[in-house]
Structures are given as structure tokens and as C-alpha cells.
């Protein structure tokens, strides 16, 4: 079965960026001059991914507001002559088909993508966590969705994203046990969450990209809930592992961390420097800021 549907859970309060979210969803934060919700709707589409269910709670209706039509400012731009706008507007609309569905209290991750299971059926289906944007790739660059449908096409396991990390930063990622090798992937033994650096199985570390079969839905509701009452994720990829098998895929491109402030500032500034209409401009002034700061300016 090709797999079409993505699930973008964006229920979190994102405390991190209060109190520029006290009352917009962080997901709606401009990174550049988009939403950061735009570039992973963006990723999905270019993996062929046109079914989207993204994953609300209460105060987010402008997640809604902004995959829908704004008959009112199309019409505006269109009377003002600022056509290119106009259709960039309309165009949001238009990448592909929308569900919402909210998560109505703070149960975990787990539970988000488990409110997905009514949705997806008994499709196979793509995770796409919102703090994490994989631009478009460039040059030689893979294409991390893309790799991700191939390596399941051709083995009929669960595949979920993982990218080297150096060893100090395993204590923020779900870490990988890794088994046997394969061409850009190894087979997923085990995976720990946020493990303290003595105790990290591998420095192969979950980068918010998961394709699940729907064999994930009854792991994880049979999956315990852990520390603050939530279900983790990971406990239901690691049953998964054991009764279905898992494979971890090593991606070589850019993920770029938007959920904590410097991450996010760093994100902002490699999004703009791959701008056509920005890059050129913002990386000679960029360069010159970097150099007056050497000269003690």
C-alpha cells in the first residue's frame, strides 16, 4: 500500500518560547517568513505525502486559519496588482487535503500519534514532529522522506529517521540500539530515551521522522505511561522493534532544530541563506557582522 498520510502532532504548549507564545501556537512562530509548520507540511508534500492529519489543542485554531483560504486578502492583493502574493497565499491552501483532530489533554507523544489511528485506517503513515524542518534538498542532498517510503517499499518494516549526534547531546534525543547494517540504515534493537552519556547505546540519535505501519497503534496503547503521566513514543517503537521489526535510517541532510531559542536562531539564519531572493545579500552582511564582531565591534 503507497503510503500518502502524514500525522503532524501540534498540541504542545511550547513553554521555551513564551511569552512570544502565550498567545499564537509555536508552531505558527515565522522562521524566515513562513510558519514553521509550512516547511514540514512542504517536506510532506514533496515526499508525495498529500493527506495531512495535524494534531491540535485548544488555542490553535490558527494552525486551521492558515491551511484555509483568505478569500478577503486574495481579493485584496488581487485589486492592489500584487499578484505573486495573491497566489502564494492561495497556494497554502492548496498543497493538500487537511484534518484536524485535537488532543484534549497533555497525555504525551504517544498519545498524539494515537489519536491518528481513526484517520489513517490501516494505511501505512509518516510522523512528522514540527520542531525539526528538513529544508529542500539541494545539490546531492537526500531526500530524508523519500528514503524513508523506499527502505519501507522494499523491506515492510517501520523506518524512523536518525542522524549521528555527538556524544555530550545524548542526553536530548531518543537514542538508538543499533543491529545489523544495511546501505544507509541498520536494524533498530532497542532505543532509549534521553539517556545520560555513560549510558547511550550508540550516538544515533531519533530526529522527528517516523514511518509506521499501523502495527504502532496497538503498540502503543498497550504501552504504560511513564514519568508526568504521559506515553512515550519511544516505548512503542521499542515494542514494535521486538514484534515487528524497525529500521533506523541515517540521514546524511540537514534537520534543523527549531524548538529551542539558539537552535531555532541558527535554523533561521541557514533557511535564509538558501533563499534565491535572500541568500546572496544576508550572507555578505553576515559576513561582515561576523567579521566586526572579530574586530571587537
Same mark, same amino acid.
Given at each position: 500500500?503507497?503510503?500518502?498520510?502524514?500525522?503532524?502532532?501540534?498540541?504542545?504548549?511550547?513553554t521555551?518560547?513564551?511569552? +512570544?507564545?502565550?498567545?499564537?501556537?509555536?508552531?505558527?512562530?515565522? &522562521?524566515?517568513?513562513?510558519?514553521?509548520?509550512?516547511? &514540514?507540511?512542504?517536506?510532506?508534500?514533496?515526499g508525495?505525502l498529500d493527506?495531512?492529519l495535524?494534531?491540535?489543542? %485548544?488555542?490553535?485554531?490558527?494552525? /486551521?486559519?492558515?491551511?484555509?483560504?483568505?478569500?478577503?486578502?486574495?481579493?485584496?492583493?488581487? %485589486?492592489?496588482g500584487?499578484?505573486?502574493?495573491?497566489? *502564494?497565499v492561495?497556494?497554502?491552501? *492548496?498543497?493538500a487535503?487537511?484534518?484536524?483532530?485535537?488532543?484534549?489533554?497533555?497525555l504525551?507523544?504517544?498519545? !498524539?500519534?494515537?489519536?491518528g489511528? *481513526?484517520?489513517?485506517?490501516?494505511?501505512?503513515?509518516?510522523?512528522?514532529?514540527?520542531?525539526?524542518i &528538513?529544508? $529542500?534538498?539541494?545539490?546531492?542532498?537526500?531526500?530524508?522522506?523519500? %528514503?524513508?517510503?523506499?527502505?519501507?517499499?522494499?523491506?515492510?518494516?517501520?523506518?524512523? !529517521?536518525?542522524?549521528e549526534?555527538?556524544?555530550?547531546?545524548?542526553?536530548?534525543?531518543?537514542?538508538?540500539?543499533?543491529?545489523n $547494517?544495511? $546501505?544507509?540504515?541498520v /536494524?533498530?534493537?532497542?532505543?532509549? *530515551?534521553?539517556? +545520560?552519556?555513560?549510558?547511550?547505546?550508540?550516538? @544515533?540519535?531519533? %530526529?522527528?521522522?517516523?514511518?509506521?505501519?499501523?502495527a504502532?497503534f496497538?503498540?502503543?496503547?498497550r504501552?504504560?505511561?511513564?514519568?508526568?503521566? /504521559?506515553?512515550?513514543?519511544?516505548d512503542?517503537?521499542?515494542?514494535?522493534?521486538?514484534?515487528e521489526?524497525?529500521?533506523?535510517? &541515517?540521514?546524511?541532510?540537514?534537520?534543523?532544530?527549531?524548538?529551542?531559542?539558539?537552535?531555532?536562531?541558527?535554523?533561521?539564519?541557514e @533557511?535564509?541563506?538558501?533563499?534565491?531572493?535572500?541568500?546572496?545579500?544576508?550572507?555578505r552582511?553576515?559576513?561582515?557582522?561576523? +567579521?566586526?564582531i572579530?574586530?571587537?565591534?
Amino acid at each position: 500500500m503507497g503510503v500518502r498520510k502524514a500525522v503532524i502532532p501540534a498540541a504542545g504548549l511550547g513553554t521555551r518560547f513564551l511569552p +512570544a507564545t502565550k498567545s499564537q501556537p509555536k508552531e505558527m512562530l515565522p &522562521v524566515v517568513d513562513r510558519p514553521g509548520i509550512q516547511y &514540514v507540511v512542504e517536506e510532506a508534500v514533496r515526499g508525495g505525502l498529500d493527506d495531512i492529519l495535524v494534531v491540535t489543542s %485548544r488555542g490553535k485554531s490558527t494552525l /486551521e486559519d492558515h491551511f484555509d483560504r483568505s478569500l478577503e486578502l486574495e481579493h485584496h492583493l488581487e %485589486r492592489t496588482g500584487k499578484t505573486e502574493l495573491m497566489e *502564494e497565499v492561495r497556494r497554502i491552501a *492548496e498543497l493538500a487535503n487537511f484534518h484536524y483532530v485535537r488532543q484534549k489533554e497533555p497525555l504525551g507523544f504517544g498519545h !498524539a500519534v494515537l489519536l491518528g489511528k *481513526e484517520h489513517v485506517g490501516a494505511s501505512p503513515f509518516v510522523v512528522m514532529v514540527g520542531d525539526e524542518i &528538513v529544508p $529542500e534538498p539541494r545539490g546531492d542532498e537526500p531526500a530524508l522522506v523519500d %528514503r524513508m517510503v523506499a527502505l519501507y517499499e522494499e523491506h515492510n518494516k517501520s523506518v524512523i !529517521a536518525v542522524q549521528e549526534v555527538d556524544p555530550e547531546d545524548a542526553p536530548s534525543y531518543g537514542i538508538i540500539n543499533p543491529g545489523n $547494517e544495511g $546501505e544507509g540504515f541498520v /536494524e533498530l534493537k532497542g532505543m532509549v *530515551e534521553k539517556p +545520560a552519556r555513560e549510558d547511550a547505546p550508540s550516538n @544515533l540519535a531519533s %530526529r522527528g521522522r517516523y514511518l509506521f505501519t499501523p502495527a504502532i497503534f496497538d503498540a502503543i496503547e498497550r504501552t504504560s505511561t511513564g514519568v508526568g503521566g /504521559e506515553i512515550q513514543l519511544t516505548d512503542a517503537i521499542r515494542l514494535l522493534a521486538q514484534e515487528e521489526g524497525v529500521i533506523a535510517y &541515517v540521514h546524511t541532510g540537514p534537520i534543523l532544530d527549531v524548538g529551542k531559542k539558539l537552535d531555532y536562531l541558527r535554523a533561521t539564519v541557514e @533557511l535564509a541563506l538558501r533563499r534565491d531572493d535572500l541568500g546572496e545579500d544576508f550572507g555578505r552582511w553576515l559576513h561582515d557582522r561576523v +567579521a566586526s564582531i572579530g574586530d571587537g565591534s
